[in-house]
DNA sequence: TCGCCTGTTCGGCT
DNA sequence: CAGCCGAACAGGCG
């Protein structure tokens, strides 16, 4: 479920698990993740080793000792899962790293939107991507004049990576929702002040759920994200704020919830 | 069985 | 040419 705090989760899990230690073999079960051939992945890999991450927005790096990095992308569905003995091999493992300690990273990846690629360099990756500022590290004076320009709903131009890289479909609602924005509200059509608040809620979003380690269910209760998803029927789907049912609508193809009372029952056109 | 889904890319249109 | 948009990708899950 990777959007910027969860690829921030799996840094510091893959941080904490799979660095200095010698890359014994790439076990490929589906190559479909793969970039390059597999023969170049694991040239590039075996007798190398990890030994240090880089996260720009949902993209993360894994720098080898050689130079150069291991680029991961987790798609929709996909995680890290370091594991030892072939009985704890996760479900759905596409690729895996092994290391000379007997344990393994996997890619795991049910609906096979994962990417895995050798990146030489990151700052020409970033560039050919367009891949804007991380959204921990955007300026808001950059940010505010970027968004300030787009001419489309905020929560599109919010989503768009060559904007700001991190955002997701759930942080979208999220800072619209915190910041009382109607989210198909033309973004050249909010005020500098609007930009500045959802700067302000971009980072105590982003802040707030690396704290929970993502675990929506344990937002603090003034979060849409817990009413959108969580188990509990008694609040599932409500305005946080107490204003009844959310209302959904889908935008750019994607399922978007926000409340009518807090955020205005029309975009201003 | 059907519809939904946290992301990115690409072809086609304006 | 730039920007925008919907479709496609794939498969589990309720």
Redesign the pocket.
């Known amino acids: 479920?990777?959007?910027l705090p969860?690829v921030e989760g799996f840094r510091v899990y893959i941080e904490g698990t799979c660095l200095d230690q010698k890359i014994t073999q790439v076990v490929v079960h589906d190559a479909?993740p793969l970039q390059q051939e597999v023969e170049e992945v694991e040239a590039a890999l075996v007798g190398n080793s990890f030994v240090g991450t880089t996260r720009i927005?949902?993209?993360l790096f894994l720098h080898l000792k050689s130079g150069g990095t291991l680029h991961l992308?987790f798609?929709?569905?996909g995680s890290p899962v370091f594991f030892k003995d072939d009985e704890e091999r996760p479900r759905?493992s596409r690729v895996e790293f092994t290391f000379d300690s007997g344990f393994s990273l996997a890619f795991r990846d049910?609906?096979?939107?994962g990417k895995i690629s050798l990146v030489p360099n990151i700052a020409a990756f970033q560039k050919q991507?367009k891949l804007a500022d991380d959204a921990l590290k955007v300026p808001l004076a950059d940010f505010s004049t970027r968004l300030l320009k787009?001419?489309?709903a905020v929560k599109?131009a919010l989503?768009d990576?060559n904007l700001v890289a991190g955002i997701?479909?759930?942080i979208a609602d999220e800072m619209v929702f915190l910041a009382k924005i109607h989210p198909e509200q033309l973004a050249n059509t909010l005020t500098e002040r609007q930009a500045k608040r959802l700067h302000e809620c971009l980072l105590e979003v982003c802040y707030m759920a690396i704290e929970w380690v993502s675990d929506y269910e344990s937002f603090p209760d003034q979060y849409l994200t817990k009413y959108r998803w969580t188990e509990d029927k008694s609040i599932a789907g409500l305005c946080p704020n107490g204003h009844g049912e959310l209302t959904?609508i889908t935008l750019?193809?994607?399922?978007t919830y926000y409340c009518k009372i807090c955020q205005g029952e029309v975009p201003t056109a």
């Open positions: 479920m990777p959007e969860e479909k927005g949902k993209y992308h798609g929709m569905t759905f049910p609906r096979k939107f991507k787009k001419k489309k599109l989503l990576q997701g479909n759930w959904r750019g193809g994607r399922g």
